[in-house]
């Protein structure tokens, strides 16, 4: 970099790490050493200002290029469905490898006690669930049974898994807020499928409706469903 | 509520969840797609890859050793991609000569009025740099990743990086010089 000025080496290294130090990605220790130079050396500081400048016009540069439309997930899953099923393979990160050394590393009355809490805590919420939902039926009165088969089938759907600390009355009121349904559930890994509207909304609309619910607390993950 | 880490949704896609799958594309599939936008410039083209680079994750979890973060990881698999694809389609790249050519400011009455907005001509200058400088200052500036990160994304040792960072910066100084912005650096 010869067309940095003449100064010392350790100036000019400095002055290389002004693009990172402004996006906030420096380690500790050289946040520490371009920070000390920025205070001590005004021309630097006004040549951070210009890497700033250039910092906030490449986001909004690219904060303007948009999103990709919805059917790029539709493709994707797709391609997955055609996959085919996937054999389950044993998973050898370094990430698991600290979570079985992390819990290999629990006293066993430790791991005794989570176990018998996180066990309970699922055992509650779905009991919870299921008095809502339970509570919901009973609540509709009499039909058909051609008719709750058909009714079951008509609206728009979506796949969700309440938070492992969400109360009853949270999911009560969650599902009154958003004026939605269970319809069934509980299925493998704590799902339940919820009706979001009693008719097909567009894919669009129903994907924003999703979006927003997921910003709910109560909820651990949602999906759109068939 | 915490949300799930990225190393745990691929240690599930992994296994074959889909829905960790959903998780994943949703958190990090706008990012991606406006990175390789910036290489190839053509939305549909865009689309296509992202879908492909995310289904290179289904298919490459288990591979996933969680050295990088997963951002990185999908940064550099979206490059390998959008490369191959201006490989394949050299058009869709624009010539960066022309692209870099501002027009001389005294000519054009929109660009005179535009270097009264110094931060709407800086977006203009930064769309004219080369594909090997828009890349490098999207990903500090916008990706925000580290030196080692972006060595890792672009493959290319740390040095490098920080030497094309500055020949970057320095021709867009030399963009907004010939446009009429004088900033003093370089």
């Known amino acids: 970099m010869n067309t940095l000025r003449n100064e010392a080496p350790e100036h000019q290294d400095v002055e290389a790490l002004l693009p990172w130090h402004a996006a906030g990605t420096l380690s500790r220790g050289d946040t520490a050493r371009v920070e000390e130079a920025l205070a001590r050396d005004p021309e630097l500081a006004r040549r951070y200002e210009l890497v700033r400048e250039e910092l906030g016009a490449t986001i909004h540069l690219n904060e303007t290029l948009g999103a990709p439309s919805t059917r790029v997930m539709e493709k994707l899953m797709a391609a997955i469905d055609a996959e085919g099923a996937r054999r389950r393979t044993p998973v050898s990160l370094t990430l698991a490898a600290r979570i079985a050394e992390f819990i290999a590393g629990l006293s066993p009355r430790t791991l005794a006690y989570s176990a018998t809490a ?14 809502v939902f339970i509570k ?44 939605v ?18 008719s097909a909304l567009p894919k669009d609309e129903l994907a924003g409706i999703v979006g927003r619910m997921q910003q709910d607390k109560v909820i651990g993950f949602i999906a759109p469903a068939e | 509520m915490q949300a799930t880490s990225d190393e745990v949704l691929i240690a599930r896609i992994a296994g074959g969840d889909r829905l960790a799958m959903q998780v994943l594309f949703a958190r990090h599939h706008v990012r991606v797609y406006r990175f390789v936008l910036r290489f190839v410039r053509n939305e549909s083209t865009a689309e296509d890859l992202i879908s492909e680079v995310f289904l290179d994750v289904w298919r490459q979890a ?36 022309k692209a870099a050519a501002i027009e001389d400011p005294a000519d054009n009455p929109e660009i005179v009025a535009q270097k009264k907005d110094k931060s709407k001509l800086l977006r203009k200058c930064l769309t004219a740099l080369s594909a090997d400088h828009r890349e490098i200052i999207d990903l500090v500036y916008y990706h925000e990743k580290s030196v080692e990160e972006v060595a890792e994304i672009v493959g290319i040792p740390e040095n490098t990086v920080k030497t094309r960072m500055f020949y970057a910066r320095k021709k867009l100084g030399e963009l907004l010089k010939a446009a009429g912005v004088e900033r003093g650096w370089p």
């Open chain 1, 136 to 179: 919901e039926r009973s609540g509709q009165g009499y039909e058909t049974a051609s008719y709750g088969q058909s009714a079951a089938q008509q609206g728009s759907f979506a796949i969700v898994r309440f938070a492992v600390l969400a109360s009853a009355a949270d999911i009560t009121k969650f599902l009154e807020d958003n004026k």
């Open chain 2, 62 to 97: 288990n591979r996933f050793e969680g050295r990088s973060a997963v951002s990185t990881w999908l940064l550099a698999i979206a490059r390998f991609k959008a490369l191959s694809a201006l490989r394949r389609h050299p058009e869709q790249e624009l010539d960066d000569e």
């Open chain 1, 181 to 198: 349904s269970i319809v069934d559930g509980p299925k493998p890994g704590g799902l339940y499928r919820i009706r979001i509207a009693t």
């Open chain 1, 118 to 131: 996180a066990a309970l805590a699922i055992v509650l919420q779905a009991g919870l669930i299921a008095g």
